[in-house]
């Protein structure tokens, strides 16, 4: 089956064909979440944007309503975690626990941007060491696309994408396990 891609042109016509329904599929599985809604919304077409030569014309509909419904469970899974005191946010940790000291937080960020660091150099070495594996590895875990389709857009068999992630995978583990284990302490 031959898949038509969607050009620039044609996502101005699916935007406004299509932003409603997607508005409205975020609201509902958000739990009426307005703003979630709306940024859930953005982020959808954003991911449509950015694939628009992966992605069927039309599936295009389904797509975006499945990407949607996706984003706003786990928006709402995340949201579970969070809980409001005062006027301030806090967060629970693994342990059930209430981060709430300015130590806490500063340990926090510092992690994060170090975390942040070390992804930004994986994905660079990886773009350099093999761009097929970077494309696999970006499409479904990133984007969070079904193997599946990753493997039709890539032109493989879904076994291949299967390997591919496994060598990638592997590479990883094996160039930065050590110092992923020291951020980890």
């Given amino acids: 089956m031959e898949t038509k891609a969607i050009d620039r042109a044609a996502f101005?016509?699916?935007?406004?064909?299509?932003?409603?329904?997607?508005?409205?599929?975020?609201?509902?599985?958000?739990?009426?979440?307005?703003?979630?809604a709306e940024e859930i919304?953005?982020?959808?077409?954003m991911k449509l944007y950015v694939n628009l030569g992966s992605v069927n014309e039309k599936a295009v509909t389904s797509w975006l309503l499945t990407t949607a419904r996706r984003m706003a469970?786990?928006?709402?899974?995340?949201?579970?975690?969070?809980?409001?005191?005062?006027?301030?946010?806090?967060?629970?940790?693994?342990s059930g626990s209430l981060e709430n000291s300015s130590e806490d937080d500063f340990i926090k960020r510092v992690y994060d941007k170090e975390y942040r660091e070390l992804a930004k150099n994986i994905f660079d070495d990886l773009y350099r060491m093999n761009h097929r594996w970077y494309?696999?590895?970006?499409?479904?875990?990133?984007?969070?696309?079904?193997?599946?389709?990753v493997a039709d857009i890539m032109g493989i068999k879904?076994?291949?994408?299967?390997?591919?992630?496994?060598?990638?995978?592997?590479?990883?583990?094996?160039n930065y396990e050590e110092r992923f284990d020291h951020l980890k302490e």
Avoid: C
């Fill in 41 to 45: 919304t953005q982020t959808a077409f």
């Fill in 73 to 94: 469970i786990n928006y709402k899974r995340n949201l579970k975690r969070e809980v409001l005191k005062g006027n301030i946010l806090y967060f629970e940790n693994e």
């Fill in 135 to 149: 494309d696999a590895i970006l499409t479904t875990y990133f984007l969070e696309m079904p193997q599946k389709e």
């Fill in 158 to 174: 879904l076994e291949v994408l299967h390997s591919m992630l496994y060598r990638a995978k592997q590479w990883i583990k094996k």
């Fill in 12 to 36: 101005d016509v699916i935007y406004r064909e299509n932003a409603d329904s997607v508005y409205q599929t975020a609201l509902r599985y958000s739990g009426n979440d307005y703003h979630a």
